[in-house]
């Protein structure tokens, strides 16, 4: 059933390409990249790399000096490795291009903050209170958010089963395998579904691949637990409505960002 999904996904998928219109002659004055890897280490822990590039394809005139045609204004690392329940347990930042040699560098250190935080809870609201402005470096601040959806992505059909039910850390299960997820599988819906517009519970991606919970829509009592607990929240914390938190399967409260920081698979 699993391989017909990918077959089917392979044989439409390029025929429904939407590409940029072509440009208008123009030139290229800069080119920023960044690009997230994730690794399954040989402890059961995962770490998730980023890396941001800037580069000009000329010589550029720094405060510091000419940075040469070829060489990066920045090349700045960030790793985290987190556990299967997306808690961060390390946190590394190297800075190998900077526009200010011997100064950027300083703010490596202060990105161990990260330690601690869960990639599920709130973790780029935590990670820019407590790392943005004159705390960190910006372009490092800025690959934090790039952290949790990339791991949901490694996690998404290896650690969690992306057919049915909550990721297993929201499930209240103590073991995030794939098998742990299976428990879960009956009665709730994959866990990337309504998180985005393409796979809103009535739309046509949930028809064709999740038929299942097609029109589904939770219950009206969960509806309604939500949206007071939402409004509870708020009004205690002062946290507005980018903050939510919902019971898991063993009624314990997972606090979930409102902009989706896991969205979809």
Aim: glycine residues 8%; charged residues 20%; contains cysteine.
């Amino acid at each position: 059933m699993q391989y017909a999904k990918i077959q089917r996904f392979s044989n439409s998928a390029f025929s429904f390409r939407m590409p940029l219109p072509p440009p208008v002659s123009r030139q290229l004055r800069h080119r920023r990249a960044i690009r997230a890897e994730a690794y399954e280490r040989e402890d059961g822990l995962w770490d998730i790399e980023a890396c941001l590039t800037d580069q000009k394809p000329r010589d550029v005139v720094l405060a510091s000096g000419v940075r040469p045609n070829g060489q990066p204004i920045h090349e700045l690392w960030l790793r985290i490795t987190i556990d299967r329940k997306l808690n961060v347990v390390d946190a590394q930042a190297s800075s190998d291009w900077v526009p200010y040699p011997g100064l950027c560098e300083a703010t490596n250190p202060a990105y161990r903050a990260l330690i601690g935080l869960n990639l599920f809870n709130n973790f780029r609201r935590e990670s820019a209170r407590l790392l943005s402005g004159t705390a960190g470096c910006t372009h490092l601040t800025e690959l934090c958010a790039f952290l949790p959806t990339a791991a949901i992505q490694a996690f998404a059909g290896d650690v969690w089963n992306t057919n049915g039910g909550k990721p297993p850390h929201e499930a209240g299960s103590g073991d995030a395998s794939p098998q742990a997820s299976d428990e879960h599988s009956n009665d709730k819906p994959p866990f990337q579904l309504g998180r985005c517009h393409a796979l809103r519970f009535d739309g046509e991606a949930v028809r064709q691949f999740y038929p299942r919970w097609y029109g589904h829509a939770p219950r009206s009592a969960e509806r309604a637990d939500t949206a007071s607990e939402q409004t509870r929240h708020a009004a205690g914390n002062g946290n507005g409505a980018g903050t939510s938190r919902l019971n898991d399967s063993s009624g314990n409260e997972v606090q979930s960002n409102s902009q989706t920081e896991g969205n979809h698979a």
